[in-house]
């Protein structure tokens, strides 16, 4: 009798994992014969084997998974790992030292197409973490003291964020390239075991969309047309922000690199300013993304400017000249590509068909979409932005408003070379070593 009425009752014995008997009740007696038959059937698919287990077996083995499951782990992980660690103590390994380890690594990714841009400078942070150990046998470097070093990395790009430790999305991208290190080391039989495998994964990544207020672009254009010295990059900046041109194309990254004569650079040669036209060819553009830009009204202004004040493109000493520009207003945040992301997330209001505007992008509408679209910038924010003319500029420049920028972001400077001298002012002195230096 359950609550005054009849049921059927199935003792299923005692549950492991709460240490109590689990009985459960039917309506009708067919009921119950299909859950014992159930049970019956579950008990062949674990086999003889836990059904004959002891009980205290049992715990042990439902104590062992849990801890497993705990760590985010699984059964067969495990079971790999040991199964690779079995593997890998059986194999033979040939001592190599890590900066040796490097120069194959280098040799196999020029091989296989990588640029000498990125091979050296992966390189270079590949031997930051092999300083001091340069001849140690990579495969006497435990898993631990990478992570400590990871640990230990600080953002060295000036900015609010300066000192602060790695964000995720550079701690993956970091250990992605080490553990290429050791894949390297591993296929040449220098190494049994991919440390990088021992450390906690970064999952995925969410990446920020964001772009320039239209009131940051104005600022920056204004600081453009300072003065001489700044007005060499309005050409490279008008490129990005109304032109849709990656910032390595406009430098000509990809034919310096490949050591092409300069008449495959990209230049004034490349863009026709009578007709609005501007040419990204096969040497200069990403592969699969050459294509000819149809420039606004807005863009083609610009670069009327800018010609007519010779503006050098590729250009001359860009991320020096632009800092200068970010310093001038007070602009601490660079978004990376973010002039050209202004550009496609205004364009789409221009075309109002997103096809066109990935002819002029050269790129595909799913990145399009995945990468601006989710912005929702309201329409009349995307016109606005292509009403930011040299004689809008030049119009803002006399302003209150653009004094106030300029004091403000001279403040800002002011107080932080004031922080800057405290902080230095605050390092304990290193002491004489007690050698007396000769004053040549």
């Given amino acids: 009798m359950v609550h005054g009425r009849e049921r059927w009752e199935v003792d299923f014995g005692v549950d492991a994992l709460v240490g109590k008997k689990k009985r459960s009740y039917f309506e009708t007696e067919k009921e119950a014969d299909d859950a014992v038959a159930g049970y019956e059937r579950e008990v062949k698919k674990g086999g003889e084997y836990w059904a004959r287990m002891s009980p205290a077996k049992r715990q042990s083995v439902i104590g062992i998974l849990m801890d497993i499951e705990a760590k985010g782990q699984s059964i067969q992980s495990v079971w790999a790992d040991w199964q690779r660690d079995k593997k890998a103590a059986t194999q033979t390994i040939i001592p190599q030292p890590y900066e ?9 990714k020029l091989a296989a197409g990588k640029t000498e841009r990125y091979v050296y400078h992966a390189a270079v942070d590949l031997m930051k973490f092999g300083r001091g150990q340069e001849r140690r046998n990579i495969h006497e470097i435990p898993a631990d003291e990478l992570e400590r070093y990871i640990d230990s990395q600080r953002i060295q790009k000036r900015g ?16 992605s390239l080490f553990s290429s290190l050791w894949e390297v080391a591993i296929a040449k039989g220098w190494a049994t075991l991919n440390i990088v495998d021992r450390l906690e994964p970064v999952g995925k990544l969410e990446r920020q969309k964001r772009i320039y207020s239209n009131e940051t672009t104005l600022n920056l254009m204004a600081a453009a047309m300072s003065n001489a010295k700044t007005q060499t990059v309005i050409a490279p900046l008008a490129l990005g922000f109304f032109g849709c041109m990656r910032p390595e194309e406009i430098a000509s990254e990809k034919p310096k690199e490949k050591g092409l004569p300069v008449e495959k650079w990209f230049g004034w040669k490349d863009i026709d300013l009578e007709h609005g036209l501007v040419s990204v060819s096969t040497d200069v553009a990403k592969t699969g993304d050459e294509r000819v830009i149809r420039l606004q009204p807005t863009a083609v202004q610009w670069l009327k400017l800018a010609n007519e004040l010779g503006n050098p493109l590729p250009p001359v000493n860009e991320l020096r000249t632009v800092n200068l520009c970010c310093e001038m207003i007070g602009l601490d945040d660079w978004i990376r590509d973010g002039l050209r992301k202004n550009c496609a997330t205004h364009l789409r209001v221009i075309y109002k068909n997103d096809y066109e505007v990935v002819k002029d992008m050269g790129n595909s509408v799913r990145i399009l979409l995945r990468a601006y679209a989710e912005l929702r910038v309201p329409e009349a924010v995307s016109l606005e932005h292509w009403m930011i003319t040299p004689g809008k500029v030049k119009e803002y420049m006399k302003s209150r408003a653009w004094g106030t920028v300029l004091r403000e972001a001279a403040e800002k400077a002011e107080r932080k070379a004031a922080a800057a001298i405290e902080a230095s002012e605050k390092q304990p002195k290193q002491k004489a070593s007690g050698v007396a230096k000769s004053g040549s």
């Fill in 160 to 175: 609010p964020q300066f000192g602060q430790k790695w964000g995720l999305s550079t701690r993956r991208t970091n250990m």
């Fill in 100 to 108: 040796d380890c490097v120069t194959e690594w280098k040799r196999r």
